[in-house]
């Protein structure tokens, strides 16, 4: 269990944060930092000053248990290492406040199966979208913070994104949560059992051609529907948006009712084909998940 992690390193690391004058020190270097991420670093006098600590042993004790981890001094100055600057965002996004502010509300998008109005739920960092017939159609981890002036419809719209993005980063072979590589991936028909989000989709989703990964790191697994790898491909992109459709936005999948899909398993792929009005987009994907080939067709030239 967790691969090539040294426990015992992370334990040491982290205990080095257990103390609220080291997070003073942190959050005051945090200070420096520009725009331009050009940081300037403060003094001793002023970083002592900063956190307001009279006791030069006390702090020179504490400022110690930092360096080389989370701090770092050169020329006279302190600076936060890449992790302290890490521990700060976190400290910030409120990971490690205790209890967070839950929000839920309704958003204004419909489930696609029988459209009914969708709720939000933003709970210990998960947002939950559900139908009151379905249950949950989508979910995504969000930052702590983030229900802070925002309502349940920006959070569902920042969420998809996220989902993309996590999309994304795994068809780089990039794990969104520990920057590992993937297996080889595995593409199968799955055929939806009751209940299972996918029946809300609009289109026959009786055969769902589903492409699995699992992170040789951290072991977190991904099994996703291949058609959300193809939207995510230069062709599917122009095609949806030569039909006015903005891949990255909702609309897609819980607002447009214009478009159809349809995915089928190959020796070492799969075929993804999407129809809007009178044009199909067949896009074909290697073993990789990458675009191997892609047709556009006039359904009114076939007939």
């Known amino acids: 269990m967790g691969g090539d992690v040294d426990s015992e390193v992370v ?5 080095a944060l257990a103390n609220p004058l080291r997070i003073r020190i942190l959050l005051a270097l945090a ?11 403060m003094s001793y006098s002023d970083l002592r000053s900063a956190v307001d600590v009279e006791d030069g042993g006390r702090f020179n004790y504490h400022i110690n248990e930092l360096r080389d981890r989370f701090v770092r001094r050169e020329e006279g100055q302190y600076w936060l290492t890449t992790a302290g600057s890490r521990v700060v965002d976190e400290i910030h996004a409120r990971t490690f406040s205790g209890s967070h502010e839950a929000v839920s509300g309704p958003v204004e998008w419909t489930c696609p199966a029988d459209e009914e109005q969708l709720n939000a739920t933003l709970e210990d960092g998960v947002i939950t979208v559900a139908c009151p017939n379905h249950g949950v159609l989508f979910d995504m981890m969000l930052s702590f913070n983030s229900p802070q002036g925002r309502d349940p419809d920006e959070l569902f719209a ?6 993309l993005w996590y999309l994304e980063s795994v068809s780089w072979d990039v794990c969104p949560h520990c920057a590992g590589r993937f297996g080889e991936a595995t593409i199968a028909t799955h055929s939806p059992e009751p209940n299972d989000r996918l029946e809300t989709l609009r289109w026959d989703a009786s055969t769902m051609v589903m492409a699995g990964m699992r992170c040789r790191r951290c072991g977190v697994s991904f099994r996703i529907p291949a058609f959300h790898y193809a939207l995510t491909r230069p062709p599917t992109i122009a095609f949806l948006h030569d039909h006015g459709i903005d891949y990255r936005t909702l609309e897609l999948e819980y607002g447009s009712t214009s478009w159809d899909c349809e995915s089928e398993p ?3 792929g799969v075929l993804v084909r999407f129809v809007i009005d009178d044009e199909r987009l067949e896009i074909e994907l290697d073993g990789a998940l990458e675009t191997r080939t892609y047709r556009r ?6 007939h």
């Open 266 to 268: 190959l020796e070492d």
């Open 158 to 163: 920042w969420a998809n994104r996220r989902a």
């Open 297 to 302: 067709t006039s359904l009114l030239e076939e």
């Open 31 to 41: 200070e420096t930092r520009q725009p331009s991420w050009e940081h300037r670093g």
């Open 11 to 15: 334990a040491e690391n982290l205990s």
